[in-house]
């Protein structure tokens, strides 16, 4: 059995493979809106990352690992060649997993996300969750009020609150709290590579979002070097879920021309 949960969306095995990989507190459904807009060209593997989901927990980050775990899932699946989109958190995994396996990635789409360090930006969400006292919890409603005293924005509570589920009567959060907390500055950290990913490379940016930023371009570039950089205007970080019909449009025109 896989440590890696995924799901295959496919009408023909003759369509080439595109995998799908969601951002940090996330699931494989958080790419669905964009994953119903490649169906008709691809086969599509959509995954939970480690220690998030329906995934393996795991006992300490690592870029690396997570990348190793998802090349040991794709070798099982028999897929010989995919296409990447990968969001965030999920950006930075792919781009690792691109930059190992370097005849496995056909092309790499990074949203709103580059490989270098980040400061910590994650502060209230780690306090609003860790307020839902799951022991005690009784509602759904109820963890949102505890998150909601750190937390103001609804669409990031409720965001965190797909991932809250129960199951004989005891609550549980589906990512990996403990070590998401705990290894934090190594998530934050910058993606590294003694050689480069020359192959086909598209980061699109959310125009309001200050996670791709033009200060990073050389870092981008000294990793890969073919990369090219589109812009959805009116979009923050979430923009594959502000404007997927847009952000498909954009990456099957890159993976298709």
Not at 74 to 101: F, P, T
Not at 112 to 135: C, K, M, W
Not at 160 to 166: E, G, M
């Amino acid at each position: 059995m896989s440590a890696v949960h995924y799901q295959i969306h496919s009408d023909s095995p003759d369509k080439p493979w595109l995998m799908l990989i969601h951002g940090l507190f996330g699931s494989l459904d958080n790419l669905s809106a964009l994953r119903r807009q490649f169906t008709a060209s691809f086969q599509v593997l959509s995954i939970d990352l480690p220690d998030h989901g329906k995934s393996a927990f795991t006992q300490t980050f690592s870029f690396t690992q997570y990348a190793k775990l998802i090349s040991e899932l794709v070798d099982s699946l028999e897929i010989k060649r995919l296409s990447i989109v990968g969001h965030s958190l999920g950006g930075k995994v792919a781009m690792q997993l691109a930059l190992n396996q370097h005849t496995l990635i056909s092309h790499l789409i990074v949203l709103d996300i580059a490989p270098v360090e980040y400061t910590a930006r994650h502060s209230n969400v780690f306090q609003g969750l860790n307020n839902v006292l799951l022991a005690d919890l009784t509602s759904r409603k109820e963890a949102d009020s505890a998150l909601s005293k750190y937390i103001e924005d609804r669409s990031a509570r409720q965001f965190l609150l797909k991932s809250l589920y129960n199951e004989n009567d005891i609550w549980q959060w589906r990512f990996n709290l403990k070590l998401l907390q705990k290894d934090y500055a190594k998530l934050s950290a910058a993606i590294e590579s003694d050689q480069p990913y020359v192959g086909s490379v598209l980061f699109i940016k959310g125009e309001y979002s200050d996670y791709l930023l033009p200060e990073y371009r050389q870092a981008v570039i000294q990793l890969f070097p073919n990369s090219q950089s589109k812009i959805i205007s009116g979009t923050g970080h979430w923009l594959h879920a502000e404007k997927p019909d847009q952000c498909a449009k954009i990456i099957l025109a890159f993976l298709t021309k």
